[in-house]
């Protein structure tokens, strides 16, 4: 019988790695010294050990070939879109995710001369309008259409329905009947400055809303092929990331189960705007390749990278080069297509996914138990509760304990950008009448740059 290379070594337990350390420590606290708490008040050890686990974690469904490319497009110009989709796409991009402002778009010049057998397309409207779905919905796209409509995460970022909440869900309703689909803009929790915990509790409560008013009519069955499409947004904060995506799916799946369709949701990726910087904006090129690596590991369907000079600078081509050009790099010279299930097995990660699923499990149930994600978004408490998580990160900014390189640690006082700016990279703030108080995205270093610009 053929011997393993480990057969002549005894296994050490948990408990003797632990007392193994403490006498290296020489008296000091191992818990003062080693472990550190996350905003998510998360414990995290200095290892993980098979003895954590009562059973061990399931395998997943992630496969490394699932991930594309995709390259986002703002139209304001049709012919120019168009043109830029299939440069794009022989430029490496696998899929194209469209943002329509408005329902005078032509889809049919949109998609002028495009394969449509190869290339994903996602149209991401920001009106409603259920006869302008249906053109998108029978397009013969063998690689797939999917039609992102989200009326929630509209009033949650504006304030206000499209129209009313009686004739939203009334278009709503007619929408996903044709598609099959809605989607969740979970980015905006994340943006906004919510910690882990609450982006997926207020991403699952956000989805259960949908599917309370939709149950009986989704047909029964058209349930088994049902699309939920996550948009979610990721952080520099490399493993934890990689765990809530995959926590993501594992909550997903508990949720879907519950009401009889399809437990596989499709996740579109987006490094996060929080933690941008527009002194020292190359650093923000190494911030997004960790954050796609960790979308790609965590199991994402789709990856749209954003530019370095995103905050900036207007939509150009330098920019969305590098960006595309990164994932690019991912791809196809690290070979971050060639394993499957790569995280699975790490004890650090699994701990990290079960922790941050069970966390959000709790607050999900909490909200549901309170009246819904739709009753505490009139209440203001999903918005409170994200300013509470948002001031506590902005205060360890502020301190030196988050630290954003070249911003609030080792900054270029020669950097000058006065004259850089093509877009007001600020929150921006408008006087309006709201139904609800909207939920504002903000960066951590907008007040430290702000300060930099008067004083340039």
């Known amino acids: 019988m053929t011997k393993r290379l480990f057969d002549g070594f005894n296994s050490v337990s948990a408990k003797q790695w632990k007392q193994k350390i403490q006498v290296d420590l020489k008296g000091a606290d191992y818990n003062d010294t080693l472990i550190w708490n996350s905003n998510e008040g998360i414990a995290v050890k200095p290892f993980y050990h098979a003895d954590d686990f009562d059973e061990f974690p399931k395998p997943s469904n992630t496969k490394a070939t699932q991930w594309n490319i995709c390259q986002t497009i703002f139209v304001a110009d049709v012919e120019k879109s168009n043109l830029k989709a299939i440069d794009a796409i022989e430029r490496g991009a696998e899929s194209i995710k469209f943002i329509i402002p408005n329902d005078s778009v032509s889809i049919e010049g949109l998609l002028k001369n495009i394969n449509l057998t190869s290339t994903l397309f996602y149209f991401d409207l920001q009106f409603l309008n259920n006869d302008y779905v249906k053109q998108l919905s029978v397009i013969p796209a063998k690689a797939g259409i999917h039609i992102q409509t989200d009326i929630i995460g509209h009033l949650a970022k504006s304030g206000n329905w499209f129209n009313n909440l009686k004739d939203d869900h009334k278009h709503f309703e007619s929408i996903v009947k044709n598609t099959n689909t809605f989607s969740v803009d979970a980015s905006l929790y994340q943006n906004a400055g919510a910690n882990m915990v609450q982006q997926l509790a207020y991403g699952l409560a956000h989805a259960n809303a949908y599917l309370n008013h939709l149950e009986n009519i989704i047909d029964n069955e058209k349930k088994s092929t049902f699309n939920a499409i996550f948009q979610v947004s990721v952080g520099t904060n490399y493993f934890f990331e990689i765990a809530k995506l995959r926590a993501l799916r594992t909550l997903w799946n508990t949720l879907a189960s519950e009401y009889n369709i399809n437990p596989n949701c499709n996740i579109i990726a987006v490094p996060t705007k929080r933690n941008k910087t527009l002194y020292d904006y190359n650093t923000n090129m190494l911030r997004t390749t960790t954050e796609c690596m960790s979308a790609v590991l965590g199991g994402a369907n789709t990856i749209c990278n954003l530019p370095y000079d995103a905050i900036y600078h207007k939509n150009n081509e330098f920019g969305e080069r590098i960006a595309r050009n990164q994932l690019l790099i991912l ?126």
């Open 331 to 456: 791809k196809h010279e690290s070979y971050f297509d060639k394993v499957n299930n790569p995280a699975d097995g790490t004890y650090y990660i699994e701990s990290l996914t079960h922790q941050l699923a069970e966390k959000a499990l709790e607050l999900f149930k909490d909200i549901e138990a309170n009246g819904g994600f739709l009753k505490q978004l009139k209440e203001g408490t999903i918005q409170r509760k994200i300013k509470e998580s948002a001031n506590k990160e902005q205060q360890q900014f502020n301190a030196g304990e988050e630290v954003l390189l070249g911003s609030n640690k080792h900054p270029n006082t020669n950097d000058k950008m006065k004259d850089e700016l093509e877009l007001y990279p600020f929150v921006k703030t408008k006087s309006r009448k709201t139904l609800i108080q909207p939920i504002v995205e903000k960066r951590l270093a907008e007040s430290l740059e702000q300060i930099r610009l008067k004083t340039e």
